[in-house]
């Protein structure tokens, strides 16, 4: 089944603790992308990547780390988590970069609390 | 972004027609798309307009204009499983061609 895989599903932790959330897909994608969707301000871009090696700022990056060593994951790095970093996230993936008319794939979602 | 304007909430009436409303910048814009969000759930596509006109798909439709930065997502026959945020997006290619989303309407459907 085609699909984007977030883990984990839920996360308390606390403020300065390092934490990963892991996103996978297994559909060949070349585009990913990190949103945040906080109450009131609607899903915002935190990075994307076009491709393997290619990654690069969306409209809120700060106090997030991404990388894309392979094709099918896209990790979401906060190396020192804060309160204001508790929100929502999604992780997407779409066919490619530059598509225009291509939907978007998403993740079911990670919940972070930073305490 | 684009500023992508859509009202916050809106009220309708099981099986009843109801029209939501999105307006964008149209620099650099590419392409409309529009989700459906319940609640803790990820957003899942519903349509996707690039040019002008209604694009039909069951009981929902889209509509675009492109020179007034324009578009509406039409349900008909409303069925309390409509109850959802719904969200515009549109396609930007002066930002790596991101998807921009638009703050979601939230629509309640009351027996």
């Known amino acids: 089944e085609a699909q984007v895989t977030q883990n984990p599903r839920y996360l308390i932790t606390v403020t300065g603790k390092k934490l990963t959330v892991t996103c996978s897909q297994n559909?060949?994608?070349?585009?990913m992308s990190w949103y945040r969707q906080d109450p009131g301000l609607g899903l915002r871009q935190i990075y994307y990547?076009?491709?393997?090696?290619?990654?690069d700022k969306g409209d809120v990056p700060e106090g997030y780390k991404v990388s894309r060593k392979e094709k099918r994951n896209f990790p979401l790095i906060l190396e020192s988590p804060s309160p204001n970093q508790t929100s929502l996230y999604f992780c997407?993936?779409?066919?490619?970069?530059?598509?225009?008319?291509?939907?978007?794939?998403f993740g079911s979602g990670t919940q972070l609390s930073v305490l | 972004g684009q500023n992508i304007d859509q009202p916050t909430e809106m009220t309708a009436t099981e099986g009843a027609i109801v029209q939501i409303n999105c307006t964008y910048q149209?620099?650099?814009?590419?392409?409309l798309f529009w989700y459906q969000q319940h609640a803790g759930e990820a957003p899942t596509f519903l349509s996707y307009?690039?040019?002008?006109g209604l694009e039909e798909k069951g009981r929902f439709s889209s509509f675009l204009s492109r020179s007034k930065g324009y578009s509406y997502l039409l349900l008909k026959e409303l069925q309390m499983k409509d109850s959802a945020s719904y969200l515009c997006?549109?396609?930007?290619?002066?930002?790596?061609?991101?998807?921009?989303f638009g703050k979601g309407t939230s629509l309640l459907v009351t027996p």
């Open positions: 559909m060949n994608h070349e585009y």
């Open positions: 149209t620099s650099g814009f590419n392409g």
């Open positions: 997407a993936s779409r066919d490619t970069g530059s598509a225009t008319n291509e939907k978007l794939f």
């Open positions: 997006a549109g396609v930007n290619s002066n930002s790596g061609y991101a998807l921009n």
């Open positions: 990547s076009m491709n393997v090696e290619v990654t």
């Open positions: 307009n690039v040019l002008d």
